[in-house]
């Protein structure tokens, strides 16, 4: 297994879809996508998680998603999203990413069957002891209904193949707790959550996989490096900076409001899979207002001027 360095940006990446019946994947533009962001400076890229909508993708289509990004890019890492609430369904997709060529993978915890906590740590052993790839446990309980943990993400942290925690409870006692106990181990905690990533960089997070990313990366990678460096006056600056779109990319279920972003600037079609709808008309307005402000500031000569 070669070893991941979890530190810094890793976007969790739109699926873009065709505009026929089908909503097909459009893999020039997908290819396209990981390529601009790569060109960013992204530490890494999460293809077909939540983000892509991997609900509505088939096995077969969430392979090849995670095959056209790593032939599109050069250097960047590739963690694929294959978790389940099946947990010989997410061996078997894992075990396809690891094959097909993923640095690592990203296990969304079972959603709607509800596991207990011994569910829970069974479930992603499991997989880690058949699959020889770095493995990120993901913990949304907004998604999933159930929650890891502290004691459960800390007796994962003991595995080998299990080498970061994807963090978007919403919950920052339980998130310190956890970079807290795992400090010793070869562990890294990752914010899921744009909002409250550089609070988690405070208390020791590395990283994080961002929705935002898509659309800001290089300011997102600018707050992200500004904070592992300790220079939390620029980091707070780039923070409240995004704050609008990270409030923005929110207000409707995500993706939704993301790909609607993708499209306004001109990254996608901002296509969705049913059942989820593109986004309402009042919010859309909103956003592009948001991104507009975006668009009008200068990141580098913002903080040459700064810097003088």
Do not use: W
């Amino acid at each position: 297994m070669t070893a991941i360095d979890f530190h810094g940006v890793y976007p969790a990446m739109c699926t873009p879809f065709e505009d026929d019946d089908e909503r097909s994947i459009d893999f020039e533009t997908l290819r396209r996508d990981a390529q601009r962001l790569e060109e960013a400076g992204v530490d890494g890229l999460v293809p077909v998680g939540s983000t892509g909508e991997s609900a509505t993708l088939t096995h077969d289509e969430h392979i090849e998603a995670v095959e056209a990004v790593i032939d599109a890019v050069d250097d960047v890492p590739v963690v694929a999203g294959t978790g389940s609430n099946n947990t010989r369904e997410a061996l078997s997709l894992s075990q396809r990413a690891a094959d097909a060529g993923a640095d690592a993978l990203l296990l969304i915890s079972p959603y709607y069957n509800k596991p207990e906590q011994q569910g829970l740590v069974d479930h992603f052993t499991a997989i880690a002891d058949e699959v020889d790839c770095p493995q990120i446990v993901y913990n949304v309980p907004s998604r999933t209904g159930r929650n890891i943990e502290p004691d459960t993400a800390v007796e994962l942290a003991g595995h080998e193949n299990i080498a970061a925690y994807k963090a978007a409870s919403g919950d920052m006692g339980q998130i310190s707790e956890i970079i807290e106990r795992t400090r010793d181990e070869e562990f890294a905690v990752l914010s899921g959550d744009d909002g409250m990533t550089l609070p988690m960089l405070s208390m020791g997070a590395t990283g994080c996989i961002s929705v935002a990313a898509n659309v800001e990366p290089e300011r997102t990678c600018a707050m992200v490096g500004a904070a592992l460096s300790e220079d939390f006056e620029r980091a707070r600056a780039l923070h409240h900076e995004l704050g609008p779109l990270f409030r923005a990319l929110f207000v409707e279920t995500n993706p939704i409001p993301v790909k609607e972003a993708m499209r306004i600037r001109g990254y996608s079609s901002g296509y969705v899979r049913s059942p989820l709808t593109r986004l309402s008309e009042e919010h859309t307005e909103h956003l592009r207002n948001v991104l507009d402000v975006l668009a009008t500031e200068d990141l580098e000569d913002e903080y040459a001027e700064r810097e003088r």
